[in-house]
């Protein structure tokens, strides 16, 4: 199945962080999210994007 959308507990397990991370950061760092039904989604595809984003050189 493809998965475009992971839930809040997919995308931090995906990132390797908390749930409580998620939350705070993509308020915080402006980590795209979505709702849908009142749930919150992210897209693994921006998930990637902003990971890219934080590379510390």
């Given at each position: 199945?493809?998965?475009?959308?992971a839930g809040?507990?997919?995308?931090?397990e995906?990132?390797d962080v908390?749930e409580?991370?998620?939350?705070r950061?993509?308020?915080?760092?402006g980590?795209?999210?979505?709702?849908?039904?009142?749930?919150?989604?992210f897209?693994?595809e921006d998930l990637?994007?902003?990971a890219?984003?934080?590379?510390?050189?």
């Amino acid at each position: 199945m493809d998965r475009r959308f992971a839930g809040i507990t997919a995308a931090a397990e995906y990132l390797d962080v908390s749930e409580r991370w998620m939350y705070r950061e993509s308020r915080r760092h402006g980590i795209p999210r979505y709702y849908f039904g009142g749930r919150l989604k992210f897209k693994i595809e921006d998930l990637d994007r902003w990971a890219r984003q934080q590379r510390v050189v």
